[in-house]
T-cell receptor
Framework: GQNIDQPTEMTATEGAIVQINCTYQ??????LFWYQQHAGEAPTFLSY??LDGLEEKGRFSSFLSRSKGYSYLLLKELQMKDSASYLC??????????WGAGTKLIIKP | DVKVTQSSRYLVKRTGEKVFLECVQD?????MFWYRQDPGLGLRLIYF???????EKGDIPEGYSVSREKKERFSLILESASTNQTSMYLC?????????FGPGTRLTVT
């Protein structure tokens, strides 16, 4: 079956760096997405990786290794507003999205 | 500014009512999706459509139907609402490398 695994919850300190991991097993691969979702709101797009390597976008970076079925989202200089859930999703060979359950990130002052 | 819109942010309906949730996208995307999201269960796919008048069942289609008469509009229908359909409903549209969500509709069935 198809599966996306990410930690349920993580805690970090304001100003620090945190890495949220995502491992996947899917039928084919057409890209991996990261989304941020604040409580009660819709997910908002953060990044899309289709090739191996690191994509940097401001304080957020996303890494992909297709051979390992692994990605991570790196958040630097954490701010209180980064407290949210972070969703990992893979688009499979049929262009269907397989979603992880999300990682709730708690930022402490 | 490209976007996905949903007809209501909050909706309260009674058990047994027929409920329509509308979703419109202005990006000319082929693919559109309806999800529901419940605490601890993540996003669950109800139905999706990859073209006008085409629809495919997702993981939890029971109790729902959909309609896609025009490319930009994808409607979710609850034929007879039940309390276990109280949830956040999210519409999304996608093309290669891009998946955008609407703001969501929080439906309460009493």
């Amino acid at each position: 079956g198809q599966n996306i695994d990410q930690p349920t919850e993580m805690t970090a300190t304001e100003g620090a760096i945190v890495q949220i991991n995502c491992t996947y097993q899917t039928s084919g691969f057409n890209g991996l997405f990261w989304y941020q979702q604040h409580a009660g709101e819709a997910p908002t797009f953060l990044s899309y990786n289709v090739l191996d390597g690191l994509e940097e976008k401001g304080r957020f970076s996303s890494f992909l290794s297709r051979s390992k079925g692994y990605s991570y989202l790196l958040l630097k200089e954490l701010q209180m507003k980064d407290s949210a859930s972070y969703l990992c999703a893979v688009m499979d060979s049929n262009y269907q999205l397989i979603w992880g359950a999300g990682t709730k990130l708690i930022i402490k002052p | 500014d490209v976007k996905v819109t949903q007809s209501s942010r909050y909706l309260v309906k009674r058990t047994g009512e027929k409920v329509f949730l509308e979703c419109v996208q202005d990006m000319d995307h082929e693919n559109m999706f309806w999800y529901r999201q419940d605490p601890g269960l993540g996003l669950r796919l109800i139905y999706f459509s990859y073209d006008v008048k085409m629809k495919e069942k997702g993981d939890i289609p029971e109790g729902y139907s959909v309609s896609r008469e025009k490319k930009e509009r994808f409607s979710l229908i609850l034929e007879s609402a039940s309390t276990n359909q109280t949830s956040m409903y999210l519409c999304a549209s996608s093309s290669a490398g891009q998946v955008l969500f609407g703001p969501g509709t929080r439906l309460t069935v009493t």
